[in-house]
């Protein structure tokens, strides 16, 4: 079970543009009072951690150090980012073989280690890395999460927000399914102000072809930013920070996050996008949108492409499970 005493320790796994960004958002926010950097490239941890600690005498006091897997005991969370980069032309769900090796190399010595706290898992492709965790570390559903959709919530809200004129944080829109390309828009939700997206684009003399370029822009816009300058990491290191905070400080907050179903839009063993609420022991709940019928089909659709690419996995690669 997560520690309840100060102070608040993460074990960040892989120390390259996704973790040393998302360290440098816990450092910047003051978030957790402790930090050990684990990668197969020692040297760069310990390069960052000393680079890291020069900007806390700016921010807040915090102990950032290099370290390896046995350090994960007593810690609240441990954060997932090690794996295989996506390359040009890759979709996230053709890293699935060789991230699966490497990530059964991590969880299985952070659980050796004696670490009961909190997986969050950024990886990709994160739904399956985050499915993998749970069945590799025989650890609760409620204490194993994904990023999920969170940055893609983050750039629909992004988009949304410069066609309507607003801040984007007064989007209130999600994105659901898998983090990659069977991912949707709720757009029989998605509001500002409580005015439907859809109805706003209506008003202003746009149609369908609106939502649809919306939709593919926010799909595509990992693609657009790996061709430009070969990966993306401001968004999703912010995103990780924002989730590690809803864990420490116990917010009950609701966040767009790989969890897995139970019966919710009549899914089962798969670890998806949707809406749900986490605070200090984790997974609080799950949110199940009330969707529309082509948002249900979408869903399903997302869920066996999922399943069909992580079964397959699974049985190629031979990777130990406990559960």
């Known amino acids: 079970m ?4 100060r ?15 998302y360290a440098f958002s816990l450092v910047h926010q ?3 009072q402790e930090l050990g950097i684990v990668d197969i490239v020692k040297k760069r941890t310990q390069g960052d951690a000393i680079d890291l600690s020069d900007a806390t005498p700016w921010t807040a006091p915090k102990h950032i150090y290099s370290t390896d897997y046995s350090d994960a005991k007593d810690a609240d969370i441990v954060v997932i980012s090690a794996g295989a980069p996506q390359k040009p032309g890759e979709s996230r769900l053709d890293l699935v073989n060789k991230n699966l090796k490497i990530l059964s190399s991590i969880v299985e010595p952070v659980v050796e280690s004696g670490f009961d706290g909190i997986f969050v898992v ?21 204490r194993v999460i994904g990023s999920g959709t969170s940055l893609d919530t983050g750039r629909l809200q992004k988009l949304i927000g410069e066609m309507e004129h607003v801040d984007p944080r007064s989007v209130n829109a999600y994105m659901l399914g898998e983090h990659g390309d069977t991912e949707f828009p709720a757009w029989s939700y998605n509001n500002v102000g409580g005015v439907k997206v859809s109805d706003w684009v209506k008003a202003h003399g746009m149609g369908q072809d609106k939502l649809d370029e919306i939709h593919k822009s926010v799909k595509d816009m990992a693609y657009n930013i790996i061709n430009l300058k070969g990966a993306t990491f401001y968004g999703i290191g912010t995103a990780l920070a924002m989730i590690t905070k809803a864990i420490l400080n116990d917010e009950h907050r609701v966040l767009p996050l790989s969890v897995p179903m139970d019966g919710q839009y009549g ?3 798969v670890h998806i996008g949707t809406p749900a609420v986490i605070g200090r022991k984790g997974l609080e709940q799950i949110i199940e949108m009330p969707l529309s019928d ?4 979408l869903m399903t659709a997302s869920a066996d492409q999922l399943k069909k690419v992580m079964n397959k996995a699974f049985k190629e690669t031979g990777v130990k499970v406990r559960q």
């Open 122 to 142: 950024a990886a990709n492709p994160v739904d399956i890395l985050t499915h993998a965790t749970w069945r590799m570390s025989g650890f609760p559903k409620d």
């Open 2 to 5: 997560v520690k309840d005493e």
């Open 267 to 269: 899914l089962h063993d």
């Open 294 to 297: 082509k948002e249900q089909k």
């Open 30 to 32: 003051g978030i957790a």
């Open 7 to 21: 102070p608040h320790k993460v074990i960040l796994v892989g120390d390259g543009a996704v973790g040393s960004t």
